[in-house]
């Protein structure tokens, strides 16, 4: 497939088919293709929390619920495999402390925005585009602010390292429904690109 189609293609799938799980070389590419992303630095200030046994993702789940499940929940947990993209400030600070960057304070305030956690949706990015290259389709989403430490919990992560969201991974099931968000149509490049000056 073509990278233009690839881009295209995109999407988020929010309903799965429970019965094809993701083909173990695809997930392996999932997570070779994340590693490609970009990080300031060359930091590499994050981790990949894979969540394949139905055991594991009902964890996820019972994590970050927080409440029954809604029609939305039942299409999204049929996904057979799971992949909580995690970043690491501490990685970036440690980083830029060292001689060839030169800011031995490690004062977060230099930072203008937290790459730590730009750089770890890049490589989510990078795994969706991946899931439509191989075919597959994948939805990021984010964990409630109120649940990260239920996931932190449940799953033994570092107190250095945040979710910054969560990638669904599988073969569209038959209740997948664009969003009806996407009504409001996509923005067109004149209006959202300034050109020399705002």
């Known amino acids: 497939m073509e990278?233009?189609?690839?881009?295209?293609?995109?999407?988020?799938?929010?309903?799965?088919?429970?019965?094809?799980?993701?083909?173990?070389?695809?997930r392996e590419r999932l997570l070779?293709?994340?590693?490609?992303?970009?990080?300031?630095?060359?930091?590499?200030?994050?981790?990949?929390?894979?969540l394949e046994s139905p055991e594991e993702r009902a964890r996820f789940w019972a994590a970050?619920?927080?409440?029954?499940?809604?029609?939305?929940?039942?299409?999204?947990?049929?996904?057979?495999?799971?992949?909580?993209?995690?970043?690491?400030?501490?990685?970036?600070?440690?980083?830029?402390?060292?001689?060839?960057?030169?800011?031995?304070?490690?004062?977060?305030?230099?930072?203008?925005?937290p790459y730590w956690d730009v750089d770890a949706g890049m490589a989510a990015l990078l795994m969706l585009l991946t899931a439509v290259d191989d075919g597959l389709g994948a939805c990021f989403f984010g964990v409630p602010a109120d649940r990260v430490a239920a996931v932190r919990t449940a799953f033994g992560v570092p107190?250095?390292?945040?979710?910054?969201?969560?990638?669904?991974?599988?073969?569209?099931?038959?209740?997948?429904?664009?969003s009806p968000s996407l009504r409001r149509g996509r923005r067109g490049v004149e209006e959202v690109v300034h050109r020399g000056r705002w």
């Open 3 to 26: 990278f233009r189609d690839v881009v295209r293609r995109r999407r988020m799938v929010r309903d799965y088919d429970p019965d094809r799980p993701v083909p173990p070389e695809v």
């Open 32 to 50: 070779e293709h994340a590693i490609r992303a970009p990080s300031a630095g060359f930091s590499q200030g994050w981790a990949f929390l894979v």
């Open 159 to 178: 107190d250095d390292y945040r979710p910054v969201g969560c990638v669904s991974v599988g073969y569209p099931g038959p209740e997948d429904r664009r």
């Open 64 to 113: 970050t619920a927080s409440g029954p499940p809604d029609g939305w929940l039942t299409r999204m947990s049929r996904a057979p495999l799971l992949i909580v993209p995690l970043s690491n400030k501490t990685a970036y600070l440690d980083r830029y402390a060292e001689p060839d960057k030169g800011w031995t304070d490690r004062d977060e305030a230099r930072w203008p925005v």
